[in-house]
Structures are given as structure tokens and as C-alpha cells.
């Protein structure tokens, strides 16, 4: 059964950094591309970054670009997103995405970052 865990969220004062982890099980990790996508209350989820197979081909959202990076670790299974300069507006749940043979429809329960002085 396809798992995605998603933790690292919490509370950090605008400036702040925090690291998410996304830890993948039940298929076939390294053959699929991961993404990190947001929901703030009140609004849509939206895409944030995406990384391929092999992590050499990145996608970040303009919002987040130059502040965020995202990688992986193929050998533990887990997808990362480094956050950096962290503003108010970063404030929302943070969710795993999994594209797993095409199929896109695979999500982790989200970790909750809030940024706030």
C-alpha cells in the first residue's frame, strides 16, 4: 500500500528555516517523480516544487524560488524540501505528492508550517 509521510513542519518566526521530510513506501520510489505542494486556509491547494527521478530536474513555483530546495535520497526512500527565509505567507499545510507510473492521486496527511512572529 502506497504510504507518504510528510513531518519537519512547526512554528518559526519570519527568516526562519525549517526542512520538510517526506518518507515514501509501498512502490517503486526512485521510479517516480515527487512534488511538494501547499494549502493555506482559505485557498487552494498549489503546486511548490517538483523534482524528477534522478533529482537532476527541478521545478519551483515563483513564490518559493530561490528561497526553497527540494531533493531526494533515493536510497532511504524520502523526498526533502528546505525552506529558507520563511515568510508569513509560506503558512500552510505542506503535502507530499507521489507520481507513481502516471497517476498522480497519491498524497501524505500534510505537516503543518506556520510562520508568525
Known amino acids: 500500500q502506497v504510504q507518504l509521510v510528510e513531518s519537519g513542519g512547526g512554528l518559526v518566526q519570519p527568516g526562519g528555516s525549517l526542512r520538510l521530510s517526506c518518507a515514501a513506501s509501498g512502490f517503486a520510489f526512485s521510479s517516480s517523480g515527487m512534488s511538494w505542494y501547499r494549502q493555506a486556509p482559505g485557498k487552494e491547494r498549489e503546486l511548490v516544487a517538483v523534482?524528477?527521478?534522478?533529482?537532476?530536474?527541478?521545478y519551483y513555483a515563483d513564490s518559493v524560488k530561490g528561497r526553497f530546495t527540494i531533493s531526494r535520497d533515493n536510497a532511504k526512500n524520502t523526498m526533502y524540501l528546505q525552506m529558507n527565509s520563511l515568510k508569513p505567507e509560506d503558512t500552510a499545510v505542506y503535502y507530499c505528492n507521489a507520481d507513481i507510473r502516471g497517476r498522480l492521486g497519491y498524497w501524505g496527511q500534510g505537516t503543518q508550517v506556520t510562520v508568525s512572529s
Open positions: 523534482i524528477n527521478t534522478f533529482g537532476h530536474s527541478t
